[in-house]
């Protein structure tokens, strides 16, 4: 699921003129001309994405050298994607709330299966934002 997110973004950044090359690392998935790096996070999903939903970053994840995290979701079945938004790393870590492992997520009653961070979806930068041009990390 995870590389049917990166596709998306990968696809959607060329359909919008930015030179990119894919940079299948632990640390980033893409890297646009300017040589500001993505990594996509992607959920498996059932349902179309709400604006209250989460976008998470597991902690183990927080140590990645990236300059912007892109949040995707995938149905389940494999046909449908959502490129959901953007936020700069330090951004995003900025407005993140912390969930420790066990903990019950207020937003949503899920219990959380390993310590991450989280913004929900409405704090999000929207896509069109995404550019070699804009992207202040």
């Avoid at 040589?35 to 970053?57: M, Q």
């Avoid at 997520?105 to 929900?120: E, I, L, T």
Wanted: charge should be negative; proline fraction near 4%.
């Amino acid at each position: 699921v995870g590389f049917i997110g990166e596709g998306l973004v990968h696809k959607y950044l060329l359909d919008n003129e930015e030179t990119v090359r894919w940079s299948n690392t632990y640390d980033y998935d893409i890297v646009l001309n300017n040589g500001f790096t993505i990594d996509v996070k992607t959920k498996r999903t059932n349902y179309k994405p709400k604006l209250e939903y989460e976008c998470s970053v597991a902690s183990l994840n927080t140590k990645q050298r990236c300059d912007v995290y892109v949040f995707t979701r995938v149905k389940g079945d494999m046909s449908v994607g959502w490129l959901l938004g953007f936020l700069p790393k330090d951004e995003y870590f900025e407005k993140a709330n912390f969930m420790e492992k066990g903990a019950i997520d207020p937003s949503n009653g899920w219990q959380v299966k390993s310590d991450c961070y989280q913004v929900p979806i409405s704090d999000l930068r929207p896509m069109d934002e995404l550019t070699s041009k804009s992207i202040d990390s």
